[in-house]
């Protein structure tokens, strides 16, 4: 048995209303690859921000132990002189600095008080040996390098640091097949050097192929440690213990079964993101009958909200082919405007970001997609707008003195209610909803799912995007599991099972 | 009691609007104090309102490239251009004024789209499409006027539209009583407005202001309205400028807050992203905002031009910064999506008002500068301050 080089132990942190972690216990040999590995919002990435100081002593209870001290990180800096480098999905490169620049960045080489380009350059270029990254030449600009290099870079960017513990997150979920293998293969090679690292990762077969020890957390508790030496670790086993959630009873019974004619069809479905320079979405179909809920599963970053904006009017302006069917009519939708007028409805991901105007009122945000309902040669009547906002409040219960209330002072349930009711005004017939519970409380979730179903009762076709697999379980008739931009599967809601899920996801 | 809690609740909800009529109110008191009631003379109340119309009317296009989050640079010197052409228009080609005014206008909607088409288009930040457009006009109004230098109009009807007033119908000494009539009609209007709005609310069983309330509010925005058609009475009457001025703030005051197309202007500058989800061509809605600007600055041109009666080789220097601090004093949020036209008007009489008032009071031009500077930071430090505690 190896010493640990880190423990981190009885670790909980809260956030207003829900405990993100709950007496995680998490400890790493010297020397070890160690995956963490969890659903969506287990807890994974807080444990890292708690152990790299995004949030800081205090602001969490338990004790994190390195080389056999107990620490207090109050910032980034802190964890970083202590030797842990972590390196996020997003990359933290400058894109249009170069590799030394970039590598050397906050620890410049310095002579004197000038920066010593020269030493920078010539330890760069040790740097990108060590990665492997022979025929990169220091000088090159992030952003002329592809995004497998770039993950590279960032590694050289830690070793450079003198790291001693090495925190990776997600980082082969960008990357192709050939990228992925050269990093799994450098983190070999940092480990015969006497690097630790902790890779979080959803791709289960990596996992497998590199991880000593797989550390499964599950709505912020630690599940179990399985040590690959003494041949614990499966795929299966893994899955069993990720998902091995009782389902709650929170879903309420739907009896309506009989569904109508197809209303949405995509066929052949394709995207490709020009900003991005790559393929997001090959080859998908898939349909919607009336009064139907179907389930988008998979994991982020597989392509469920590309897809929701592909066929929401492309406001993305990715390059599209394939053809979509809406009432058994080919459409192209040129914008949004063309979607809403027919008959599709988006209720965002992101409400805050994309979803609602946080500094407008609940009325203005309600009727901003559907005016055109309100005026009267050309006048809008601001009487008939309160009117129909008063409405959704009543009818979709939200919390608020008045409609006239900002909605950036609503809790998310109510900011979610009013996205709801924003989309429920333009009177759709199929709703695509993309996460639409996420970060809200278990009683506004029972309201959306029940509202849910009074909406498929009364006709609508919903298509539900969901990383919840209780959720896309209890609320489904029919899901599809999306991985890596493709349809990787469709189960029906009688022989789906979390498991079955995961396993389509994860591949 | 009950009206005092009420009227404490309607300051808390708009307690950045009213604190700036108070703050009007202040300057003008204090200016009023400190000149012996000079600055308070109709005399010079009619000046000040005469001398900022051709500010105004910018500030109310900037109002809505401020909400959409954008700026425009090149409103001054379009200006200025734009003048100089209605000066070469009316001296050099004889076309009638109000053809010239028609052309004039169209050309300031013309180069508005092409500044929008830069904007939307080209992808070029409307920071730097209009500092270029300010450095074209800028040429441009010194190549139309490199011949003659200052173009002076001997045209007495385009002339009054910048220093007119508009005629009297009964002659009595001191007063000038269309002014006074149009003052009454206002006011009736606004009251038969007010009632109209208040019984549609009732019959649609929604919240409206007590009776004690609302009859005090038709009674203080009646005085106001009365004591300055009263005071404009005393001097010339009503100015064609004011005429002007108030037809373009009905109008846009109107298209902000009664049209869908209003509507789509607050919600882009809110959350653009959000915008385009919720089906709204926020290219559309920028392009119409820079036009409607550059026909303003048009406008404006007008306005100046004919206040001069001649077209300078420097017409329009800094008119944008004026406009934008007047926005900003009234109430336009720096972060896009909130602030009102009327606002931005009361911006730019704040802003005069300081000015008229030094003046009078033959207070230094550095530290003239100096002032509007701190009154034009202070109002967003009060604009800030209350948005946070709201929120």
């Known amino acids: ?507 | 009691m009950g009206v005092i809690n009420e009227a404490k609740k309607l300051m808390k909800q708009n307690i950045r609007e009213y604190g700036m009529y108070i703050a009007l109110v202040v300057i003008m008191l204090t200016f009023s104090v400190a000149t012996d009631g000079l600055f308070m003379s109709s005399r010079n109340i009619s000046n000040l309102i005469n001398q900022t119309g051709y500010i105004a009317v910018l500030a109310v296009g900037m109002t809505l490239i401020l909400i959409i989050r954008h700026i425009d640079l090149s409103v001054g010197f379009v200006a200025g251009f734009l003048g100089a052409v209605a000066a070469i228009l009316l001296t050099k080609t004889g076309v009638p004024v109000w053809a010239t005014i028609v052309i004039v206008l169209a050309c300031g909607a013309l180069i508005g789209s092409f500044i929008g088409f830069l904007v939307t288009k080209m992808g070029i930040p409307s920071f730097v499409a209009t500092l270029a457009g300010m450095l074209v006009f800028r040429g441009a109004l010194l190549r139309v006027t490199s011949g003659t230098g200052t173009i002076i109009i001997p045209n007495k009807s385009f002339n009054a539209i910048g220093n007119g007033f508009i005629p009297d119908i009964a002659h009595i000494e001191g007063i000038h009583t269309l002014t006074l009539l149009l003052g009454v009609i206002a006011i009736g209007f606004y009251i038969w407005g007010e009632f109209n709005n208040r019984k549609n609310k009732l019959t649609y069983n929604f919240e409206v202001l007590s009776n004690t309330m609302f009859t005090l509010k038709l009674l203080f925005v009646s005085l106001v309205i009365g004591y300055i058609t009263w005071t404009l009475s005393g001097y010339n009457g009503l100015s064609w400028t004011v005429i002007v001025v108030i037809i373009v703030v009905l109008i846009y005051n109107f298209i902000t807050n009664k049209t869908v197309l209003g509507r789509h202007i607050y919600a882009v500058g809110g959350n653009p992203d959000a915008a385009k989800l919720s089906g709204i061509n926020v290219n559309r809605i920028t392009l119409i905002v820079f036009s409607s600007m550059s026909m303003l600055a048009a406008l404006s041109g007008i306005l100046f031009t004919a206040r001069l009666q001649s077209a300078t080789t420097t017409a329009g220097t800094l008119f944008e910064l004026d406009a934008i601090a007047a926005a900003y004093v009234g109430g336009v949020s720096a972060a896009g999506g909130v602030g009102k036209v009327t606002g931005s008007i009361i911006g730019a009489f704040v802003m005069a008002s300081l000015v008229n008032g030094m003046n009078l009071m033959g207070v230094d031009i550095s530290y003239q500068y100096i002032i509007r500077g701190a009154v034009l930071v202070a109002a967003v430090i009060f604009d800030v301050k209350t948005r946070n505690k709201r929120s």
Request: proline residues 3%.
């Open chain 1, 1 to 507: 048995m190896n010493e640990n080089i880190l423990e981190m132990k009885n670790i909980t942190k809260t956030f207003p209303g829900v405990k993100a972690l709950d007496d995680v216990n998490f400890q790493v040999e010297k020397g070890e690859i160690h995956c963490l590995v969890g659903e969506n919002g287990a807890g994974k990435s807080t444990l890292m921000k708690v152990l790299s100081g995004v949030y800081p002593y205090g602001e969490y209870s338990g004790d994190i132990v390195l080389n056999g001290e107990i620490q207090k990180f109050y910032s980034i800096s802190d964890s970083e002189r202590a030797g842990i480098a972590i390196i996020y999905q997003e990359l933290a490169l400058i894109p249009e600095l170069s590799v030394y620049e970039n590598i050397f960045l906050g620890h410049e080489i310095k002579k004197g008080k000038l920066i010593d380009w020269n030493e920078t350059i010539k330890q760069a270029g040790a740097m990108l040996k060590k990665v492997g990254l022979h025929n990169v030449n220091p000088a090159t600009k992030i952003k002329d390098l592809g995004v497998g290099k770039q993950q590279l870079i960032e590694i050289a960017k830690a070793l450079s640091k003198n790291v001693k513990l090495l925190i990776l997150d997600e980082p082969t979920a960008a990357l192709n097949e050939g990228d992925s293998e050269n990093l799994l293969k450098l983190l070999r090679e940092l480990k015969a050097q006497g690097v630790t690292s902790v890779m979080i990762s959803h791709k289960l077969k990596e996992v497998i192929a590199i991880a000593d020890t797989v550390t499964v957390l599950r709505d912020g508790q630690t599940i179990c440690s399985m040590s690959a030496e003494r041949g614990e670790i499966s795929e299966s086993i893994i899955i069993k213990h990720m998902v091995g959630r009782e389902i709650d009873n929170i879903f309420p019974k739907r009896n309506h079964k009989d569904f109508g004619d197809i209303v949405l069809e995509v066929k052949n479905w394709c995207a490709y993101d020009p900003k991005i320079g790559r393929d997001i979405l090959h080859n998908l179909d898939f349909n919607v009958r009336k009064g139907e809920i179907i389930g988008i599963a998979g994991l982020m970053g597989a392509g469920r909200t590309e897809l929701a904006h592909s066929i929401f009017g492309n406001p993305g302006e990715y390059r599209i082919k394939g053809d979509l069917f809406v009432m058994g009519q080919k459409k192209h939708f040129k914008s949004p405007n063309d979607a809403i007028k027919a008959g599709v409805a988006y209720v965002t991901e992101d409400r805050k970001g994309n979803g609602l105007i946080l500094i407008d009122d609940i009325k203005q945000n309600i009727t901003i997609a559907n005016l055109k309902q309100l005026t009267q040669q050309g006048i809008l009547n601001r009487n008939e707008e309160v009117k129909a906002a008063n409405y959704y409040k009543e009818s979709l219960n939200i919390k608020a003195p008045s409609v006239e209330q900002k909605v950036g002072n609503l809790s998310g349930g109510n900011q979610q209610k009013v996205s709801l009711g924003k989309w429920l005004f333009v009177k759709p017939n199929v709703l695509i909803l993309d996460e639409p519970t996420r970060g809200i409380d278990v009683g506004a979730k029972f309201e959306i799912y029940t509202l849910m179903n009074k909406l498929v009762e009364q006709g609508l076709s919903i298509i539900m995007i969901s990383s919840e697999l209780p959720e896309v379980l209890g609320m489904s008739d029919r899901i599809y599991v999306v991985s890596e931009g493709k349809i990787a599967g469709e189960l029906t809601a009688e022989e789906a099972t979390q498991e079955k899920i995961m396993e389509m996801a994860t591949n």
